[in-house]
């Protein structure tokens, strides 16, 4: 049993937010076949959002893609819709300002058990990472108005560690690590970017697993009695090891399940309960290990 945020879970498996759309019903299915430990949905805003233009996503690498699709979402109301679902929800939100953002909080929480603030995603402007000026602000207020605990998703920078230390003085219970890389890719032919939306977008898959080890062991180092929800270029049982060991307690799946389906979260669940029988150890013990050497 895994203890995150006053919860438990039975093992670190849980959908990250983009790894399944909201869409009810779907979510319903793969909750109900797949018993993932908690499933994030998709980030919404308080209002509807459409997404970039196409092209929004395109493979740069194996099993390495860059997106800007822009956070497109049917808005924070759909939550009302995930009724009967049994897995626990992690609410991911975003917004443009402090008010927006507040309100799209306090819609989510109604089926959240957790609500995860997106300051980290590139390819929108004003939302995602674009929200850092301002985080401890977002984070106080946040906090201040919901009563589940609050965590912050933050995107892999240098200045990681002071982001952190604002998210937990500000309110947040724990953070989400990494969201996406910022890239982007240009077409030779043509010599112009390939994606639509300007900025360039944000690079998921295995070439940002190493990224993601590293700055979670970073974090963790810093402040062991954190609480990490670890993902970024999960695709084996091996690399959900090597995530927890740095000093996360939950892995997050995304870019595995659009390529291999959402079996990979049994695969990759069976691989580490054999682990733990091998070894004769707890998931708890994984947990930060790589700091006790």
Request: glycine fraction near 8%.
């Amino acid at each position: 049993m895994i203890k995150l945020a006053g919860y438990s879970f039975s093992d670190p498996i849980i959908i990250a937010s983009g790894g399944l759309p909201n869409v009810p019903d779907l979510v319903r299915r793969v909750c109900k076949e797949y018993r993932p430990s908690a499933i994030t949905i998709k980030t919404v805003t308080l209002n509807p959002l459409a997404p970039h233009r196409a092209p929004t996503v395109i493979k740069v690498g194996d099993s390495c893609y860059i997106n800007a699709i822009g956070m497109n979402n049917p808005g924070a109301n759909i939550i009302n819709e995930f009724r009967d679902i049994e897995c626990p929800l992690i609410g991911s939100i975003t917004g443009t300002d402090i008010d927006e953002i507040v309100k799209a909080a306090e819609i989510v929480e109604k089926r959240s058990i957790i609500i995860e603030i997106n300051a980290s995603s590139p390819n929108r402007p004003g939302m995602g990472m674009h929200l850092l000026d301002k985080l401890s602000d977002i984070v106080k207020n946040v906090a201040s108005m919901v009563k589940k605990p609050v965590f912050v998703k933050l995107p892999p920078v240098s200045d990681i560690i002071r982001l952190v230390e604002r998210s937990l003085s500000s309110g947040a219970r724990g953070v989400t690590l990494i969201n996406t890389v910022r890239a982007m890719a240009i077409d030779i032919e043509n010599l112009k970017p390939i994606l639509s939306f300007i900025g360039g977008g944000g690079l998921s898959g295995k070439c940002i697993y190493p990224v993601a080890l590293r700055i979670i062991y970073d974090v963790y180092r810093e402040f062991s009695d954190i609480d990490i929800i670890g993902m970024g270029g999960v695709f084996s049982w091996k690399d959900a090891v090597g995530l927890m060991s740095a000093g996360a307690k939950l892995v997050g799946l995304c870019t595995v399940l659009m390529e291999k389906g959402y079996d990979a979260i049994n695969e990759i669940r069976s691989g580490l309960y054999e682990y733990l029988e091998e070894k004769k150890i707890t998931f708890n013990d994984i947990i930060g290990a790589a700091h006790r050497f």
